[in-house]
């Protein structure tokens, strides 16, 4: 087999192209009758012969796989590639969490379909924690808010009702009060006429017990329509402070709900990863681990039968700085260094997702001699401003202006071995430039690759 050899990624998984050359490849189907090298079902395990060395290196599954006269063409990448081009089907929901708890939950949950467990789990903890209680505590003020609504329009209602029910009582009451006042005028006029008239003194006297009776009834009329009116404008006087102590009740509620909905916006509340849009997995993952400001990386372990393979989560980054190991053209470094001018940035603009005004908008800058300079970040990926910003101190910190080696190719040395850093390591490269001068500096592995057993190839990024 001839490859490129397996690679080693900061917060992404290796790929390796290989071919298998005849004869060897003409063999098409395994033992179990199925094909030799199956699209993403062909597990390829990249081990050394070493006894004082780990003895599996990597694990990857074949993505692509071609057979042709000169033999078999793979594309093999790293098992946690798997991944990429998954949707996430289910539901997580951080609240205070680690987000190395959530990462879990992400694996887990993908692996747990049929046919999609492939030996994977996620090692680590970390201090931060993401997400928060605002979601729940925007539901209860959500309830709240809509039970005092339907408080305000039943009083509402109770009012409306006392309003209409003593302006129909008041005018069927007067009407009566002014039918017993017509009646007593009457019953006063007859007893007027009677006595201009000279009426015998019986029909007079029977003229006045009608009036006084028509007073007494007209006066009866009055003191029930006083009674009727005061009660009804009381109830009325009560249904207007009950619908008003309502009232206030509600703008309350709703001043409280709007003040959460407001830090929502902000993107506080539960950190989520929502199965209702078939989220990418990989993407999710990225996305986490670029909110919670923390770093992954891959582990490959031996073993005889299923792969055993985990996710690192590092706080605050991964590797360190290692002293202990040397990369100098002159003992391990193969070629002169090549240099390249860096962008040079001080400060960044940054949007994200969302459109016009209601886009995720950041700006940060760093403190500089030069004028400013400021770097476009546009990644509408960025779901939060903590993503945006993370995405702009990457940007900022990779934007020195100076020069320098963005990839170097070494040799196994005694003083150091292939294979003796890790992703994320700090490493001082010292050195002949292909102009003739000498270049040092700090570096920091982006990723290597081990094309033979000798060589590797390594891709470095500013410290």
């Known amino acids: 087999?001839?490859?490129?050899?397996?690679?080693?990624?900061?917060?992404?998984?290796?790929?390796?192209?290989?071919?298998?050359?005849?004869?060897?490849?003409?063999?098409?189907?395994?033992?179990?009758?199925?094909?030799?090298?199956?699209?993403?079902?062909?597990?390829?395990?990249?081990?050394?012969?070493?006894?004082?060395?780990?003895?599996?290196?990597?694990?990857?599954?074949?993505?692509?796989?071609?057979?042709?006269?000169?033999?078999?063409?793979?594309?093999?990448?790293?098992?946690?590639?798997?991944?990429?081009?998954?949707?996430?089907?289910?539901?997580?929901?951080?609240?205070?969490?680690?987000?190395?708890?959530?990462?879990?939950?992400?694996?887990?949950?993908?692996?747990?379909?049929?046919?999609?467990?492939?030996?994977?789990?996620?090692?680590?903890?970390?201090?931060?924690?993401?997400?928060?209680?605002?979601?729940?505590?925007?539901?209860?003020?959500?309830?709240?808010?809509?039970?005092?609504?339907?408080?305000?329009?039943?009083?509402?209602?109770?009012?409306?009702?006392?309003?209409?029910?003593?302006?129909?009582?008041?005018?069927?009451?007067?009407?009566?009060?002014?039918?017993?006042?017509?009646?007593?005028?009457?019953?006063?006029?007859?007893?007027?006429?009677?006595?201009?008239?000279?009426?015998?003194?019986?029909?007079?006297?029977?003229?006045?017990?009608?009036?006084?009776?028509?007073?007494?009834?007209?006066?009866?009329?009055?003191?029930?329509?006083?009674?009727?009116?005061?009660?009804?404008?009381?109830?009325?006087?009560?249904?207007?402070?009950?619908?008003?102590?309502?009232?206030?009740?509600?703008d309350a509620a709703k001043k409280a709900y709007d003040a959460l909905k407001e830090q929502q916006q902000d993107g506080a509340g539960a950190y989520t990863i929502d199965g209702d849009d078939l989220p990418d997995a990989y993407t999710a993952l990225q996305d986490l681990c670029r909110t919670a400001g923390v770093e992954w990386s891959t582990v490959t372990r031996y073993s005889q039968g299923a792969p055993d393979l985990a996710i690192k989560v590092h706080y605050p980054r991964a590797g360190g700085r290692r002293n202990d190991l040397v990369f100098d053209t002159a003992v391990n470094i193969v070629d002169a260094l090549e240099l390249d001018r860096l962008d040079y940035y001080n400060a960044a603009a940054g949007i994200g997702a969302g459109e016009g005004s209601k886009a995720i908008r950041e700006s940060m800058s760093v403190r500089a001699s030069r004028m400013r300079r400021t770097a476009k970040v546009d990644d509408r990926s960025a779901?939060?401003?903590?993503?945006?910003?993370?995405?702009?101190?990457?940007?900022?910190?990779?934007?020195t202006g100076g020069l320098f080696p963005t990839e170097i190719n070494v040799r196994d040395h005694p003083n150091c071995r292939i294979g003796s850093w890790n992703v994320g390591d700090m490493i001082q490269i010292s050195g002949v430039t292909t102009i003739g001068t000498r270049w040092s500096g700090l570096a920091r592995i982006e990723s290597w690759s081990w094309p033979s057993q000798n060589r590797a190839r390594i891709r470095l990024a500013p410290a």
């Open 1 to 250: 087999m001839t490859q490129d050899g397996p690679e080693w990624a900061l917060g992404a998984y290796g790929i390796m192209a290989a071919t298998v050359p005849a004869p060897a490849s003409h063999r098409i189907l395994a033992d179990d009758g199925r094909p030799m090298f199956e699209e993403w079902s062909t597990f390829v395990h990249a081990e050394i012969d070493d006894p004082g060395r780990v003895r599996r290196i990597w694990t990857g599954i074949v993505a692509e796989a071609t057979l042709s006269a000169a033999g078999w063409d793979l594309t093999i990448i790293e098992a946690i590639g798997y991944l990429k081009g998954t949707p996430f089907e289910g539901l997580i929901r951080g609240v205070r969490d680690d987000p190395a708890v959530l990462a879990r939950q992400l694996l887990n949950d993908i692996q747990s379909w049929e046919n999609a467990w492939f030996g994977c789990t996620v090692e680590g903890s970390t201090p931060v924690r993401l997400g928060s209680d605002l979601d729940d505590r925007i539901a209860a003020a959500r309830a709240s808010m809509d039970a005092r609504r339907r408080t305000l329009d039943t009083f509402s209602k109770s009012k409306s009702k006392a309003t209409s029910g003593l302006q129909n009582l008041d005018s069927t009451l007067a009407d009566d009060v002014a039918q017993a006042r017509a009646l007593v005028t009457h019953a006063q006029s007859l007893v007027t006429s009677l006595i201009s008239t000279n009426a015998p003194s019986e029909q007079v006297e029977q003229a006045r017990q009608t009036l006084a009776q028509r007073k007494a009834e007209h006066q009866q009329a009055l003191a029930g329509y006083n009674a009727e009116i005061a009660a009804g404008r009381a109830a009325l006087a009560n249904a207007r402070k009950t619908k008003d102590e309502a009232q206030k009740a509600y």
């Open 383 to 399: 779901k939060t401003s903590a993503q945006m910003r993370a995405l702009m101190r990457r940007v900022l910190a990779e934007s």
